[in-house]
């Protein structure tokens, strides 16, 4: 894989240690700012809602320019946003610069897709994705937990000063090691906008991100409340939340690396069989949950699968929208962003349940199993 792919890793490291480290600094950050940590907690769903709207919207802006100038810029905004969260006393501007940081980052990743497949050889798509998303899961793994340390040492500005430090280098080397345009791209010939965009009339795009959103939204939404059950059912202290964490994460690294071999080559095989396992590993999770010993393997577990075939899902979304060059990242992004916006929400809604802590757990076995469904309609997946 060529090197500028892992330098746009290292920028979705930094962004993705950014969108899931607010779990660990909300009470500080609550009381420092005068809010209650419920209202605190609305910091992620502006970002989750600046994220899917902004993927479309910041590509379209993106189209026609230099991919690597689009890219820098992208990163040395969230930069500014996060410097900005850092100092500010007021609550509301922090929620804008959370809205400024989601719209960059939604702008980032859409642009970073669409380059990332472009700098390789087309049937090495899923692979490219794969070093790409790898930037997230090492952040669910090293960054956020570190992002937690950091806060409860320092305090939550200092996780945002980081944040904000871990962009430089990774604009340093997007601006000296990206190629200003992507070889592969060829902007003479690209389509018109109102072609691109007539892209998601193709029932199998839309079937496409329709799976991703339902497997991501099952991904997000257990992996949102999953402390809740390691320190409740599970019976576990609250050291034991970053290691299941880091378990979930080291899953998510593998699966998508594996995976990522198997997207352009073999996308049914893995979808044929990690659908299912999916489908029974999510309700298992929550069969298993006042077990530790099978809890935290099933966590690993759930990680790998979650991400493989997650992963795989977006990347069929880049082939589907092959007629669709720019905006392609942009339908991906929106698939993924979807599903981390949905799945929480419905996984929220579940603990009102009579399953409690562990509906969300139910809920992700109920979303693979539309996903499936879907699947099902159309079972050749490529």
């Given at each position: 894989m060529p090197l500028p792919l892992y330098l746009l890793a290292l920028a979705v490291f930094a962004?993705?240690?950014?969108?899931?480290?607010?779990?660990?600094?909300?009470?500080?950050?609550?009381?420092?700012?005068?809010?209650?940590v419920g209202t605190a907690g609305g910091l992620t769903s502006a970002f989750a809602v600046g994220m899917a709207v902004g993927a479309p919207l910041m590509a379209g802006l993106a189209r026609g320019r230099s991919?690597?100038?689009?890219?820098?810029?992208?990163?040395?905004?969230?930069?500014?946003?996060?410097?900005?969260?850092?100092?500010?006393?007021?609550?509301?501007?922090?929620?804008?610069?959370?809205?400024?940081?989601?719209?960059?980052?939604?702008?980032?990743?859409?642009?970073?897709?669409?380059?990332?497949?472009?700098?390789?050889?087309?049937?090495?798509?899923?692979?490219?994705?794969?070093?790409?998303?790898?930037?997230?899961?090492?952040?669910?793994?090293?960054?956020?937990?570190?992002?937690?340390?950091?806060?409860?040492?320092?305090?939550?500005?200092?996780?945002?000063?980081?944040?904000?430090l871990l962009c430089l280098p990774a604009a340093v080397g997007i601006a000296k090691g990206l190629p200003p345009v992507a070889p592969s791209t060829d902007r003479a010939a690209?389509?018109?906008?109102?072609?691109?965009?007539?892209?998601?009339?193709?029932?199998?795009?839309?079937r496409a991100m329709l799976l991703a959103a339902l497997v991501n939204a099952a991904t997000f939404g257990g992996f949102t409340f999953l402390s809740p059950v390691v320190t409740g059912p599970a019976g576990l202290g609250d050291l034991w939340v970053p290691v299941a964490l880091v378990l979930f994460g080291a899953g998510s690294f593998a699966g998508v690396t594996v995976a990522g071999r198997l997207a352009d080559r073999r996308p049914g095989l893995v979808l044929a069989v990690g659908g299912p396992l999916l489908l029974a590993g999510w309700p298992a999770l929550a069969v298993l949950a006042d077990a530790p010993g099978a809890?935290?393997?099933?966590?690993?577990?759930?990680?790998?699968?979650?991400?493989?075939?997650?992963?795989?899902?977006?990347?069929?979304?880049?082939?589907?929208?092959?007629?669709?060059?720019?905006?392609?990242?942009?339908?991906?992004?929106?698939?993924?962003?979807?599903?981390?916006?949905?799945?929480?929400?419905?996984?929220?809604?579940?603990?009102?349940?009579?399953?409690?802590?562990?509906?969300?757990?139910?809920?992700?076995g109920l979303l693979v199993a539309a996903a499936l469904l879907v699947a099902a309609v159309r079972p050749r997946l490529g």
């Open positions: 962004m993705g240690t950014s969108e899931f480290m607010l779990a660990g600094l909300l009470p500080g950050l609550a009381a420092d700012l005068g809010v209650t991919g690597r100038g689009s890219l820098l810029g992208f990163v040395l905004v969230f930069a500014a946003a996060h410097a900005v969260g850092a100092v500010t006393t007021s609550f509301p501007v922090l929620v804008a610069t959370r809205v400024v940081a989601a719209l960059a980052n939604a702008g980032f990743l859409a642009v970073a897709l669409t380059t990332a497949a472009a700098l390789v050889p087309a049937d090495r798509k899923g692979r490219a994705l794969a070093v790409l998303l790898s930037g997230t899961t090492v952040a669910t793994v090293a960054g956020v937990p570190g992002g937690a340390v950091l806060g409860a040492l320092f305090g939550w500005r200092a996780a945002f000063w980081a944040v904000a690209a389509p018109a906008l109102r072609a691109e965009l007539g892209e998601l009339r193709r029932p199998p795009l839309l809890l935290l393997p099933l966590v690993f577990l759930l990680g790998g699968l979650s991400f493989a075939v997650g992963g795989t899902l977006i990347t069929r979304v880049l082939y589907e929208a092959a007629g669709a060059p720019a905006l392609a990242g942009a339908y991906a992004t929106a698939a993924l962003n979807l599903g981390a916006t949905a799945g929480p929400l419905l996984a929220a809604a579940s603990l009102g349940t009579a399953a409690g802590d562990l509906g969300p757990f139910y809920a992700g």
